[in-house]
């Protein structure tokens, strides 16, 4: 799977988007190594709507809003 989308964490690191459908998004964090970018494991993870209709899903145990991320 291709990088779609990212949303920066830090100067190091971000989160990067895999998949995205109507029902669920798959991610993975990635920061900066020695030598390279590395990423951790694929994730799945459940969309989910706020009272005003905004998308988000849980990421690094905190809501991840789907706007905030730029697209490749």
């Given at each position: 799977m291709d ?6 964490e830090s100067a190091?690191s971000?989160i990067v988007l895999h ?6 998004v ?6 900066e ?7 951790t ?5 459940k ?5 005003k ?8 145990g905190?809501r991840q809003?789907l ?5 490749y």
């Amino acid at each position: 799977m291709d990088i779609i989308a990212s949303k920066p964490e830090s100067a190091f690191s971000a989160i990067v988007l895999h998949s995205i459908d109507s029902e669920k998004v798959v991610f993975s964090y990635e920061w900066e190594g020695v030598d390279k970018l590395e990423h951790t494991k694929k994730t799945p993870s459940k969309i989910r709507y706020t009272a005003k209709d905004r998308a988000y899903f849980i990421g690094r145990g905190r809501r991840q809003y789907l706007d905030e991320f730029m697209r490749y």
